[in-house]
């Protein structure tokens, strides 16, 4: 049973938290961003796989 999706709208961040590797990689600031066609395609198809709990993050 497929019960949690964290998904990223992109792995950009302009914060520097200590604990975390997104802030300072140049090479994820370097990634674009999520597409709303794309998102609510992958939405459709977590709903179909039984998904139950989407956490939307990033940036
Ligand atoms: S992604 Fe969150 S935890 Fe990581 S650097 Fe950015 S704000 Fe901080």
């Not at 792995?11 to 597409?35: M, P, V």
């Amino acid at each position: 049973m497929l019960l949690l999706c964290n998904y990223y709208l992109t792995y950009r961040c302009n914060a520097d938290c200590e604990f975390c590797h997104f802030g300072y990689s140049t090479e994820l600031n370097k990634t674009g961003f999520a597409i709303e066609s794309e998102v609510n395609n992958n939405l459709s198809q977590l709903r179909e796989l039984g998904v139950e709990i989407i956490d939307i993050t990033g940036g």
